[in-house]
Structure formats: C-alpha cells, structure tokens
C-alpha cells in the first residue's frame, strides 16, 4: 500500500525545504518519525536510469534514479543489489506516480522505493551537479483526520456567498432590490428592464449557459496543453484586473453606504474622466495591494492576498451576474455538474491524466498554480501544502444562493418558510462531503460540484415541490419573451 512521504534534505549540512514523495506498492516500509529514520548521503546510479548494475558506489547511500527504460522493480533490484539503502526515482512529470509491480509476487525487495515530482528532482539535480554534498532522511508521518485549514477554507467560501446575498442589506443599498419589494414577477415589465438597466445586471439565460461551459471546457484544454510561464503570467495579471475591480467595488460601496458626502468631492483625470477622491484613494491602493501580491506570490504569506482579491471578485461577479429563474439554474448547474466530473474523473481515459487536477496543480508550468481558487495553507498536515477550492465551485452554487435570496425578498417570504437559509445549510453540507470524499480518497481531487450541485439545486428542488411552488421557481421572472436589457 502506498503512503505519502516527507524527504527531509542537507546540502553542505545546511538544511534545505523538505521534498513530498509517495512509497510504492512494494519495498519496505518507512518510519513515522523523523528521530527513527537514518540521515545518509544521496547518489546518482550509473546509469541514471538504474536499468543496469550501477558503476557508481551506492553502498550506504541513497540511490537516485529517473524514470524510464525498464519496470520499477527492475530499479528497485539494480539498487538493492549496489547495496543502496532506499531508490527515489525522478518522475517526468510534476505528477507523483504509483509505483506498482503489476502480477509479480515473489519479489524479494527490501529497501523503500519512493517516487518523486520532476520539478522536485531538479531541485536535487541542481545542488548534486554543482557538487555539493546532498544528505536526505526519508520518514512517512502519519497525516491527521482533519486538518484545521479545511475549516477556515469552508467558512471562507460559505461566507463569500452569504455575503455575496446579502450585499444589497450589508450596504444599505435599498434601491438595489426595490424592484423586488414593489414588483411582482407579472407587473411593470418596463420599469423592471429600466432598473436592471441601471444596476448593469446580467441576467444569464439558458442559451448562455450551455455556451459558458463549452468555452470553460475548451479554455481548460488551452491551459493543459498550452500551459507555460508565460501563459500562468497572462491570467496572474487577468486576476490581478478583476481583483482590482472586485475590490475597488467592496471598499466604495461599503465607504459610501456609511458616508453619503464622500461621493461629493470628484477630480476630472486624463482617461479616466470624472470619478470621486474616494474612488481614486481606493483604486490606488488596490493597485498597489495586486501589484505587491503578484511580486511576491511565491511568498508563505501569498495566499492571503490571493484569497481577498478573488473572494473581493466573486462578491462583485455575483452582484453583476443573477439567475432569473430555476430553469436557467438547472441548465446552468446541471452542465457544470457534468463539466466537473468529466475533467476530474473520465479525462484520464482520454488524456491519460485527470486535466482538471493536472491544470490546478500547475503540472506544465513548474509547479505554479492558477491563480483562480482559494487556498489556505494546511496548517496540522506534516506534509504542508494548501487545501483549495475553485471560483466556480463558490460562483455556480453562489448564483442559485443569492436568486434564492432574492425570491424569499420578493415574495417576503420568512426565514423558515423561505429558501435561502436551506440552500445556505445545503452549500455548507455540500462542501463537508466534498472535504469527507477527499479523506476518503487519500487526497485524489474530487470535483466539487459532484456534491454542491445535489446539495443545493435538489434542495431546491425538493423544497418548491413539497410546498407546491415549484412552477413558480421554474417560471420566475419570464412573464414576457423577449429578453430584457442586460440579459445574456
């Protein structure tokens, strides 16, 4: 069975960042601590496949091989019989290959074999061609049920959408929803198309919704097979746009909602034209805010700033883009339910990669990911690296959330009779099973919406069946066909 492992490593006896790996399905097993595991020297096999009796002296030491030419049995054999203590073999890709030993049983291997990333490797490459003397101790601790991180990364993404909902109240924006206090779905079409008009709302209709995941699958493609450095610097700065407007809009509309005056004193600018002082100072300083997180993304600490530009982004998308209706909701949803378990889960047949997985990690672009997700560095887990989650796994239910909120308005229903609170309760369940089904997987990505889609469109679903509403939810907001100003 194989297990994660931890490769602590010295270079001149200076300690270096640890590396991650993964055991194979055969060879001996690995301690849980570092205190039992042994500290010795790392040498490359001659030759570096190690498809061959090696000419390199690998006796008492740590045998470093790549992938290619023979099994990793093989390997693992040619290693055992130098007298090496443990074989790492390099994989080609950032990906940690399962090492297995297909139908063989009388294998008689006993030093571990672990596999690592590429860009992993190259790190070790780089100090041992530069003779520098390399020590690595292997160890497999054990990883804990639940790491803190997974909370604070459901509270965050719970909360953007809660917020996102409830943004006209949190504002004190009235205005923003008085066509839902005064008008019912059937009355005053004119004078609904005029105010939606005003708020700049895009409504999303069916048609739309079917085209958005064929231009996000298609997209996704661009990204797998076309990823590079260049192309990861494209969308940093894409997200650094949409993350200055997505905060620039938070801060003004929260200033201005509790300071009427600030939007008296404007400044005519090149460009830019007419805008407030208060709008300049803010746009200003989230500029300034994207540019130093885009300069120091590397950073332990970068994960802070990409997760308020993109929670600040999806607050303004949600506010921009509605749901007209359940129908469009079940278009929309539905699509990016089988858009999610395709790219995670039936990609590999085709690719022979999950290219969802592969696109997140950053697999073609050294390692960087895409900037599009929340991530929250897991805090109990000895192996580091963050828990993550999507925009789109926050934006698709997030739409169905707030036109919830929207319909309980409209037709002022309370909070116990009304949708919001339950399709909140469903999101928020939605997430826990996504997070339980990868324990349950041992860390394999689990395409998200598998679970929030049940969660809450079924929620949905159910609930306007029982209480014979269902036909309203279905039709909301269509009593004419043609489409209103804004609608996409």
Known sequence: M????KINRWVDGVEKEPIGGLTADFGAILPALAKQGNRLPATFSAPLNSCSLSTSKL???????????????AKAQVAQAGGAAALVMINDDEGLLQMGCGNETNLNITIPVITISKSGGEELKKSMDGGAKVELLLYAPNRPILDYSVIFLWMMAVGTVVTASLWSEITGSENSDERYNELSPKESDAAAAKQEEDKEILHINTKSAVVFVITASTFLLLLYFFMSSW???????????????????????????????????????PLLGEMTILSLVVLICCLIFAVVWAANRKASYSWIGQD????????????????????????????????DIFWVFLSPYIFHDSVMIAVARGDKSGGESIPMLLRVPRIADPY?????????????????????????????????NGYFLFLTI???LGLAFTYLGLYLMDGHGQPALLYLVPCTLGTCVVLGWIRGELKQLWSYGTSSETPAAGEA
């Open 426 to 428: 469903g999101y928020g």
């Open 2 to 5: 194989t297990s994660m492992v």
């Open 308 to 339: 308020v530009l993109g929670i600040c982004m999806m607050l303004t998308v949600l506010q921009l883009a509605q749901l007209p209706n359940i129908k469009v909701a079940t278009v929309l949803l539905c699509c990016a339910f089988l858009y």
């Open 231 to 269: 192309f990861v610097w494209v969308l940093i700065v894409l997200f650094c746009i949409g993350g200055i407007e997505g905060m620039h809009n938070c801060i003004v509309s929260l200033v201005m909602s509790k300071c009427k005056g600030c939007q008296k004193k404007t400044v005519n600018l």
């Open 384 to 416: 580091e690296g963050y828990n993550m989650i999507g925009f789109g796994d926050i934006l698709f239910p997030g739409l169905l959330v707030s036109f919830s909120f929207r319909f309980d308005k409209a037709n002022k229903k309370r909070i116990l």
């Open 59 to 73: 006796s008492g030491s740590i045998a470093i091989a790549v992938r290619g030419e023979c099994i990793f049995t």
